[in-house]
């Protein structure tokens, strides 16, 4: 079985708290540079500027996965991925529709430019990003399911944003794909901190904001080709695909 090594996530410059080097193009070359074969793009509560960066990395062999982090009522902050141009844009419309609209028009939480291949700027969202979507983690997973997207709650062992840290466990009910570490962290520690089971997929991802920390954290997918059904199934550990765990 081939293997990738992929980052799923990784910040633009759309993101306030993001580095503004973090452009279509200098994330592509870093992923290059870094050896990944794979990368997500995810730009707090927005997927504005994925496409173009998945356009961008066709060319250097880069496969992408176009989504956004977004951020629970509860303040638990998850990765949702997304294969069609329709999905994705229906998203960002739910996205549009929920978000707390807090205004950033001058640029005090950070500048949140959308932008083209070239660097320039089609749009500055005018409000936050980063503050919370007025639905709760269930109803924001199940749209994603709705949409046939990846749903995967981010950073779990962080004490900031992670699912552990705001509400102490995992929902009853609540269905995912697998969990996002950005650690160090060896996933059996999680899982006996936490009390899970060893069903669970863990993906390594550098939670990048600026260039350099790009694939400095990554998993190594087993899979037959880049594409989205391929991840898809070796995050649930199906027909023999698999996620490599640490």
Known sequence: MPTFRADLHIHTVLSPCAD????????????????????GITDHNSTKNAVVIKDLAQTDGIYVLTGAEITTKEEVHCLTFFEEPEQLEAFQEYLDDNITKIPNTDGHFGYQPVVDADENVLEMVPYYLTTALKEGINEIQQKVYALNGIF??????????????QLGFIPPGLKFDALGITSKTAAKDVCEKYGLGKEITFVYNSD???????GRNYSVFHIQELSFEEVRMALNRQNERWVEER
């Open 208 to 214: 990048a904001h600026f260039a350099e920390q790009i």
């Open 20 to 39: 503004l080097e973090m452009s279509p193009r200098n994330i592509v070359a870093k992923a290059k540079e870094a050896g990944l074969q794979m990368i």
């Open 152 to 165: 995967i709650p981010a950073h779990v062992t962080r004490p900031m944003g992670g699912i552990f840290t």
